[in-house]
């Protein structure tokens, strides 16, 4: 039985109830705290110390681990620090991912959103960084993104472990007439000297009602025995056997079914819609309008989902015009108009590169990235109860807070009201952050009498109605002196995710939005040092959705910065490392030498290689990972074979090596799969890619031997989920350079040589 | 019309051309396969029919003639087989929406094969794991292979 009845998924498939009770006391938490959202949802004889640890007199601990569960092992690693502290092993407790609630609010995803690089800690970047944590705060975002889980997690979880250990011995120490401070814990229990025991169930309910009067002393990691070691995942065997339940999986008593079909043109409305043809197909109940922030559509009610699918077909719909160009063409005109234009603003440079480039001979090259599609491998949905007044919306998301008080808004009702379960999520990528699908649901459950609804979209629809990664296209100068860069000047023109992604969760808030670094993320702030360089951002805006996609902004600039370094490096005839090495002169690149260092001697870098083989390298610092990969290829057969890939990663700590490795493998296949084939283009105003026979990615017999080993050298910690993504285009661009002499300056590369995939 | 699914029997009355996939899902209650692309082109939705990896939002349960095996059939009781055990020992899956899928279709090849080569991995798995879980995917093949089953 679940801790959390009301929340767990036990709890809403019915299969039992809890009775709400206990106590929430002994909460100690450094900064001014949230309310504890858990006592309210306890059963009976369950305790909460903090929001995070729950204990029972039956002696089960459950954590909460109030982050989303999409495939990165999130879930252990804040489990293993809480026990770490708490003095439990890891087979003795269980994991819930909790409510939603303000207590669990992210900061360290917001600071990095400050406009500096990761290694610049000046007294600016640091208020700048500590400022964007409160706002965190301040807007309670229960968010999963920007690789942060780990990092946000690495005080708080150790710190609710500590607390609840240390009222645990108190309440020991109490019942035993002895000090504290001779006590011990072992797997669960307080240990006196005498080697008497008490379980922490056993001591629970005392300890509960203790408060502590200053925090708890945290571990040296030197003593650490569960951190830094990789540790068994908690959902494996729910995940090997069919029984996880994800968004799609919600089974609830007279549910209806539902999929929507939104107009493909973004921004415009139907023109016609042949209701009485969908109405006609059996099993369909209903067709309803669906008017939101992020688009126009319909939602067709069914007895099931194919049929749903079968009458959305049927409804043959006609749209509007859309307000952007047409087609793929016209698009890029327009973003290649921006740059013609004054730039929407600069980040980062020194020096004066227009100056330094007088007379010198510069080196021009353009670059193009497509928009891309996240496809998660579940395709978008959600199911929703929406009665008296009160929205029960399950939902597999990466930002529950945000969906609650989006769906709530468009209801008519309190943020309270809305009670969301966050279910485990079939691939997030940054797509599972978005209103879109929470709202659509909303929406249709408004209209269904009461009955639950579970709204899943088909495929085409999840292609054809993403938030993409922005199409970019990039103008680049420089120039070499004796060889070596000495002025860069670097132009992208892209839309703005943030401003984006306000339109549709905030419009109140989109036109006062900043600046959006991540435009040229992966650029400015890398480790280099260029006596005289400009970052400058041509910002577009479209109707076309855009969102965060694995590793946002970098994956854009770590492919464009990164080529363009391997030209510079040809120009100058010099070696791709040694000259990236050369201008990473700072102390504080340290992290980026060493990388590029381990990842060379493993891929035997400089190596003599046969004709029609090559090596391409790439570093980009993201999220506070530093990431360097070689990419080998072999193009003797005429195709390009990626015969094998090594990386290097350093995010200063790591919590669960196996984890991580894991982590940096995924997110290389993932850049892999776009850099070969994928691309998001438009026709007609609309997406003209639709299901995985016209945007694949890569199956078993395309992947190469990957190898990923990993440092500690930098000196805060870094995220695991997305830094592997983006120097790897860069990489594979480079490889093929090197093989062959043709430079590839657009994505994906498969538009221009072919891959032998398997 | 009639089913017989992990060795029960199942009376359900649907549509002619409507697919295996949603009668299992929708009708049934099964949830192990998945929806992932409704065109045959990912494998997530893939049960064993006689032991034959089936692409299910491919394939109309009217045609359907055979004894099914889902995710949710193939431990023997509390046991789990090999191929599960293998992959929990990987640690094999990310977000693990593919894997049902995937642990079937090895399920199958393992069948054929016993002990197959990388190409015969790389020829027969071809559903598609979008976290990337594939160099796990063909350690826990291999691993497999070498297990008592
Ligand atoms: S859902 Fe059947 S193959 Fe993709
Ligand atoms: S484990 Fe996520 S799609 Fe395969």
């Not at chain 1, 009955?451 to 629809?461: I, L, N, Q």
Request: net charge negative; with cysteine.
């Amino acid at each position: 039985m679940g801790k959390i009845a009301k929340y767990t998924r036990r709890g809403f498939l019915g299969l039992g109830l809890a009775a709400a009770g206990g106590l929430a006391v002994g909460y100690y938490y450094y900064k001014k705290p949230y309310p504890n959202p858990l006592p309210d949802t306890l059963a009976e004889g369950d305790f909460s110390f903090t929001p995070y640890v729950i204990i029972g007199s039956d002696n089960t601990i459950t954590i909460i681990t109030p982050r989303a569960e999409m495939g990165q092992g999130i879930h252990t690693t804040l489990a293993a620090l809480v026990a770490e502290e708490l003095g439990a092993d890891m087979d003795q407790i269980a994991t819930e991912h909790g409510p939603a609630a303000a207590a669990y609010y992210n900061g360290a995803m917001l600071k990095e959103g400050a406009p500096f690089p990761f290694f610049e800690d000046g007294f600016i970047a640091e208020t700048a960084r500590g400022a964007m944590g409160v706002l965190g705060k301040f807007l309670a975002l229960q968010v999963t993104g920007g690789s942060s889980a780990a990092i946000d997690g690495f005080e708080k979880m150790r710190e609710a472990g500590a607390t609840a250990r240390a009222v645990l011995l108190e309440a020991a120490a109490k019942r035993w007439g002895v000090d504290a401070s001779g006590l011990t814990t072992e797997r669960a229990e307080v240990i006196n000297q005498s080697g008497g025991r008490l379980t922490y169930g056993d001591l629970a309910s005392e300890a509960a009602k203790l408060t502590l009067a200053k925090p708890p002393a945290l571990k040296d990691p030197s003593e650490w025995r569960i951190l830094g070691k990789s540790q068994p995942r908690v959902e494996l065997h729910e995940k090997v056997t069919g029984a996880a339940i994800y968004g799609i999986d919600v089974q609830l008593p007279d549910m209806l079914y539902a999929t929507v079909a939104m107009s493909p043109r973004f921004g415009a409305k139907a023109k016609s819609a042949d209701e009485a043809a969908a109405m006609a197909v059996p099993g369909v109940l209903n067709v309803v309008e669906i008017i939101t922030t992020t688009g126009y559509g319909f939602g067709i009610i069914a007895s099931n989902t194919w049929a749903a699918f079968e009458g959305a077909r049927a409804l043959a719909l006609e749209w509007e015009a859309a307000d952007y160009p047409a087609d793929t063409t016209g698009l890029k005109a327009l973003w290649n108009e921006a740059l013609d234009k004054e730039a929407s603003f600069t980040l980062g440079g020194e020096g004066d590169p227009e100056e330094a480039m007088l007379g010198a001979e510069v080196i021009e090259a353009n670059y193009s990235l497509p928009y891309l599609a996240h496809t998660t491998m579940e395709p978008m949905n959600a199911t929703a109860q929406f009665k008296d007044g009160k929205l029960d919306l399950w939902l597999g998301t990466q930002a529950p807070g945000i969906a609650a008080m989006a769906t709530a808004k468009l209801l008519g009702i309190e943020p309270e009201d809305v009670n969301v379960i966050t279910t485990r999520l079939g691939g997030g990528f940054g797509r599972r952050t978005e209103v879109d699908v929470p709202l659509y649901t909303a929406a249709i459950a408004a209209q269904t009498g009461g009955k639950p609804v579970k709204v899943t979209w088909s495929r085409e629809e999840d292609i054809r109605h993403d938030t993409y990664r922005p199409m970019a296209e990039a103008r680049l100068k420089a120039t070499l002196k004796d060889g070596m860069p000495e002025a860069l000047d670097y132009r992208v023109a892209a839309p703005s995710i943030n401003k984006s992604v306000m339109r549709r969760s905030f419009p109140e808030f989109a036109e006062r939005s900043n600046p959006d670094r991540s435009i040229l993320d992966g650029s400015f702030d890398q480790p280099f040092s260029w006596p005289h360089s400009r970052f400058a951002a041509h910002q577009i805006d479209t109707d076309i959705p855009v969102g965060f996609w694995r590793s946002v902004g970098n994956s854009i600039n770590g492919f464009v910065h990164e080529s363009f370094l391997d030209e510079l490096a040809a120009a100058g005839g010099q070696d791709p490392l040694a000259m990236r090495l050369s201008m990473m002169k700072d102390e504080r690149h340290a992290p980026a030498r060493e990388a590029l260092k381990a990842v060379a001697a493993m891929a035997n870098w400089g190596q003599a290689l046969p004709e029609g083989v090559g090596q391409g390298i790439a570093h980009t610092l993201s999220f506070g990972t530093w990431v360097a990969e070689v990419v080998q290829v072999d193009m003797r057969g005429g195709a390009v074979k990626v015969e094998k890939i090594w990386a290097v990663a350093d995010p200063g700590m790591v919590l669960d090596p196996a984890n991580f490795e894991a982590q940096i493998t995924s997110a290389i296949i993932y850049g892999l799969s776009a850099a070969i084939g994928q691309e998001i283009t438009f026709d007609d105003g609309r997406v003209m890619q639709e299901n995985f026979y016209d945007y694949d990615a890569l199956r078993m017999a395309g992947v190469p031997p990957i190898e990923v080993a990993l440092l500690e050298n930098s000196p805060r910690m870094g995220g695991a989920g997305e830094p592997g993504t983006p120097p790897l285009a860069a990489a594979l661009g480079n490889a093929i350079f090197a093989a062959s002499g043709q430079r590839l300056r657009a994505l994906p590369f498969g538009n221009e040589v072919e891959f032998d995939l398997g | 019309m009639e089913l017989q699914v992990n060795g029960e029997r199942h009376l359900v009355e649907v549509p002619a051309d409507m697919p295996l996939l949603w009668v299992l899902r929708d009708m049934l209650d099964i949830k192990g396969p998945k929806f992932g692309c409704g065109v045959g082109a990912c494998g997530a939705c893939t049960v064993l029919i006689n032991g034959v990896p089936t692409r299910t939002c491919v394939t109309a349960a009217a045609d359907v003639d055979g004894e099914i095996t889902t995710i949710e059939g193939l431990p023997d009781g509390e046991r789990l087989h090999k191929v599960q055990e293998a992959w929990i020992k990987h640690e094999v899956p990310q977000c693990g929406y593919c894997q049902s899928g995937q642990i079937l279709a090895a399920v199958a090849l393992l069948e054929e094969v016993p002990q197959p080569t990388d190409a015969d991995i790389d020829a027969v798995m071809t559903n598609l794991c979008r976290c990337g879980t594939y160099p796990r995917l063909r350690a826990a093949i291999h691993e497999a292979a070498g297990m008592e089953g």
